[in-house]
């Protein structure tokens, strides 16, 4: 851009540092956010290692204790398997039952459509408390008539629910996404409406699917408030650790917390380094 | 909101050339659509239904905590007349944290879309992952950091900006644990759409010698406003109805609208009907918000 005839501007340092600063006051401020957003991850981190009494809440000296045994605390565990038990099954089935809504709200015209658009929408916009007491009310009041007692059963059929419009909305948008004509190619090389969704579209729709599962199972995992509702005598992670909140949480539960994290981000970060070698594979 | 496309990290939703049109017709739709719509019907409509029932209960005399079914406007009465000034509490806190989560969470979107380059899936992946110690875990540890003796109250009362001395136990903790707790929910819908938006109009803002401001405020905002749309629904809605950062952060009395439901459900015997009252008006008055919003700003199909 610069012509070399020209001598060069010189700019002096305060004005550099100031235009430094505006090119990257953005990528700043969004590091800032980012920091903002771990710090309570790492005060989490650091007070799993604290030689805590009864109360978890000021530094007492360091000890490996709670990392050698997370399960030493009774319930702690117990409560960790029953979430990710109702994460796996809720994703499951809330993910199954979203993609195939999805794919009706997309690809098709009927009658009821826009009913079917806020029936989808409508559990967005309701605060949780609202969900759960209406489910509390219902099973306590009319399902426990049919044997349907508060319990993981009733967790895990709470959760699918608020799942499923999420799933909906995420695949939706991959569906809208994709290119019509690609299908229309398939088509006019005689593969059946059977053939061209599995070996054309579910492929290709399959991120989202991929997406709209890893949204349910984070948004059933963390879900506290309409789990309280409906959980009975059930614990699940989050449960445990308000229930705890009110006597001190154990270190033991900043164990398990800081881990799942961790795994967390591992598996999403090996996952997209697999795809992107998957992709580079394709393009060699 | 297909921007929430991106809250689930599919960062491969892009607008179809040529926008596929719904052709198809037939009952093939209604058997994909049956099990999840039975599924909302049995456990989303169904529930509303009894709690709605619920809430017109009456009392039976001379037997506190028994009711019986009755078309009874009492309940809601009692509602808004003794939880007045929670309502008030919960769409006051909850409007200033979904502003504060705007404030903060557009820089990161802003440079997540147009200037992270290789790292922005990096970004991405540290924008959800927090979700994965439990929100409880982090407010807690919020408790902590705000704590009294902790470093940022100090600080703060070292340089005398702190009206009351402490943050701890006072609404400023509350707002602080709200936008904090729903930030993710505001960063990813915006980032969605200003990742769709084409940097060469922004750059012809500044070619066209505006400058940085009056680019962003009359070129990019206007470009994200779907994904503010979604950003601040998501925030406000979960924020309005929360309680758990008002009983982990919040002061003893001045509770949410939130906790009085919690609290009359699970704690005080005979509370449901009240209660029912209550979670009514609250999803009725964020239904009539969320509708007036999307009317005014709206400018895409929502679902």
Redesign the interface.
Known sequence: MTSTTTTPYRPSTAKRAQIWLANHFAMLSAILVLLYLFLPVAYTFAFSFNDHGKTNIVWQGFTWEHWQDPCGVPGVCGSLVTSLQVGAISTLVATVLGTLMALAMVRYRFRGKQASNVLIFVPMATPEIVMGAALLTIFVQGFSNIGLSLGFTTIVFAHIMFCLSFVVVTVKARIQSLDPRIEEAAQDLYASPMQTFWKVTFPLILPGIAGAAMLAFSLSFDDFIITNFVSGNESTFPKFVYVASRRGIPAEANVIGFSMFVIAVLLVVGAQGVSSLRANRLKD | ??A??H????P???????????????W???L??L???L???V??????V??AA?SLQSRYPGFPGYYYRDVNFQNYAAALTDYAPHFARSFLYAGLATFLAFV??Y??A???A???GKWR???M??????????????????S??L?D?GWVAGTLNFLNVLPGGNIINTPLAVVAGLT?NF??FMVLPIYASLERADPRVIEAGGDLYAN?FTTFRTVTLPMSMPGVLAGT??TF??A?????NME?LGPQRGKMV?NV??DQ??AIPGG?PV??AL??T??AA??VM?FLYVRRFGTEE??
């Open positions: 909101m297909s929430l496309a809250v689930a990290g599919d491969d939703v892009t607008p179809a050339p040529p926008a596929p049109e719904a052709t198809k017709r037939g093939t739709a209604y994909l659509l099990p999840g719509a599924w909302l019907g456990f989303f409509v169904l529930p509303l009894q709690l619920v903060v969470a820089p990161l802003y440079a997540m147009f200037k992270a899936n990096l970004m992946i540290c924008v959800i992952a927090p979700f994965f110690t439990s929100f409880i875990l982090r407010t807690f540890a919020w902590q950091i704590a003796e904090y930030l993710p940085g629904l998501l809605i979960p309005a109805g929360d309680f758990v982990l939130g439901i919690n459900f699970l449901y209660a029912a979670s009514f609250l999803m964020i239904l969320v929502l679902v």
